[in-house]
């Protein structure tokens, strides 16, 4: 079998001429969505986390991942947005 691994991405993929379609995680996407949610747009949400529009690009698009340092400001992002959100309730 002809695999290729993509380590730093967190992919596996068969080779293309095998025919074998690419399986991707599913962080991109939840960045992605998660990004939708806050109604932020690549560009916003680069400038709160401090990171480059096109890091984000590459997280969704799924040619990156965070690293652990941006999961955390993600989280307290995503922290601090629900709280506005309750006291403004």
Not at 30 to 56: P, W
Request: proline share 2%.
């Amino acid at each position: 079998m002809n695999v290729a691994v993509c380590r730093s991405y967190g992919r596996v993929r068969k080779r293309p001429d095998e025919g074998e379609v690419e399986m991707e995680d599913s962080t991109g996407v939840s960045i992605r969505e998660l990004r939708r949610n806050l109604r932020m747009t690549q560009e916003e949400f680069a400038h709160t986390l401090g990171i480059t529009v096109a890091t984000v690009n590459r997280w969704e698009n799924g040619h990156a991942r965070p690293s652990k340092l941006a999961r955390r400001a993600i989280e307290r992002l995503v922290q601090y947005r629900a709280e506005g959100s309750a006291q403004a309730l």
